[in-house]
């Protein structure tokens, strides 16, 4: 069965740094999306791409944030300077259409030192 | 986005079936009822999904009432694979741009021997 894979599993990190999450949607999905779940607390959205650009995106993602698909097969979430806050399960998705349903990927927990 | 009401909390014995209801009174038209579920840490499943009409797949059924204000989703035979956080989500749909779940706190089902 197609999945989504996100890689690192896990990084740690200092305060300051930059940071790239890397996802692979599935591959005749055209929409993308990051979330987030902090621990303990619910999971957030934080953007969608379509068609190389942003459709949408939450007030958590900030001038911080950027995501990019740079290849026909990658999608990356950059954190341009990582605060403590940003300690996070971070949760790559996609989905073939705008009805069907999303396919998570594992995530990749961030840890902000 | 129409606002969903889960109760917080479930038990279940093993081989018996899970009903867990969801409350969306203020669910417009034209958006869908999504049930996903969270295992432990891992990425968000998706489960089923339906617009007013009864759903089964492999997995759930989903019983919409024909208002549409509430549904319940049922595990017909819940195992102790099925212990997680389930979330009733409305989805949004914006016309031309990628739609977005927005996840509550969800019930946590704990699936009992």
């Known amino acids: 069965e197609p999945e989504v894979t996100q890689t690192p599993s896990h990084q740690v990190t200092q305060m300051g740094q930059e940071v790239i999450l890397r996802c692979v949607p599935i591959?005749?999905?055209?929409?993308f999306y990051w979330y987030r779940q902090i621990l303990g607390q619910k999971v957030e959205f934080l953007v969608s791409?379509?068609?190389?650009?942003?459709?949408?995106k939450s007030e958590i993602f900030d001038d911080q944030f950027s995501v990019e698909r740079p290849d026909g097969s990658n999608f990356t979430l950059k954190i341009r300077s990582t605060k403590l806050e940003d300690s996070a399960m971070y949760f790559c998705?996609?989905?073939?259409?705008?009805?069907?349903?999303?396919?998570f990927g594992e995530g990749s927990r961030l840890t902000v030192l | 986005d129409a606002k969903t009401t889960q109760p917080p909390s479930m038990d279940c014995a093993e081989g018996r079936a899970a009903n867990l209801p969801c409350n969306h009174s203020?669910?417009?038209?034209?958006?869908?009822v999504y049930w996903y579920r969270q295992i432990h840490s891992q990425g968000p499943q998706y489960i089923i999904h339906?617009?007013?009409?009864?759903e089964t797949n492999e997995m759930a059924s989903l019983i919409i009432t024909e208002d549409r204000k509430s549904s319940t989703l049922i595990l017909p035979h819940a195992t102790l694979r099925d212990t997680a956080v389930y979330y009733c989500?409305?989805?949004?749909w914006g016309a031309g741009t990628a739609s977005k779940l927005t996840f509550g706190t969800g019930t946590r089902l704990q699936v009992t021997l």
């Open positions: 989500i409305v989805r949004v």
């Open positions: 339906g617009l007013k009409n009864n």
């Open positions: 591959s005749n999905h055209l929409y």
């Open positions: 998705a996609s989905t073939k259409d705008r009805t069907g349903e999303l396919f």
């Open positions: 791409f379509y068609n190389n650009e942003i459709s949408e």
């Open positions: 203020t669910i417009s038209g034209n958006e869908y």
